[in-house]
């Protein structure tokens, strides 16, 4: 599953598909199951996507001292707030629901 940004448009998409995201669905996943990002806490950053000015997104790798097994997580960077980071699996079960809804609803 990745997300790409496709003639100003986000997508999502997976071996079943491709489908676009509602206009701020991004943001409001985020804000909805997000945190406030600790820029201190040691992580590798994976990749990033620039979205429109003043927005990225980045998929961090971070693996705390009592976990066996890294999590990745998305952090949604935006100009008026600050950082908001959730479980990668978390926010992209929400944004394929979102796409694919859209999508039916045609």
Known sequence: MFLRLADGELMISS???EWPLPSGALRAVLTRYGAPFDADVRSTEIASLRLNEGECLRHV???AGYD???RDYLVYEHADGEALCALAATVTAALLHLGQAQAARG
Request: neutral net charge; proline residues 0%; without cysteine.
């Open 15 to 17: 071996e079943a598909g």
């Open 61 to 63: 790798r971070h693996l």
């Open 68 to 70: 066996v097994i890294a």
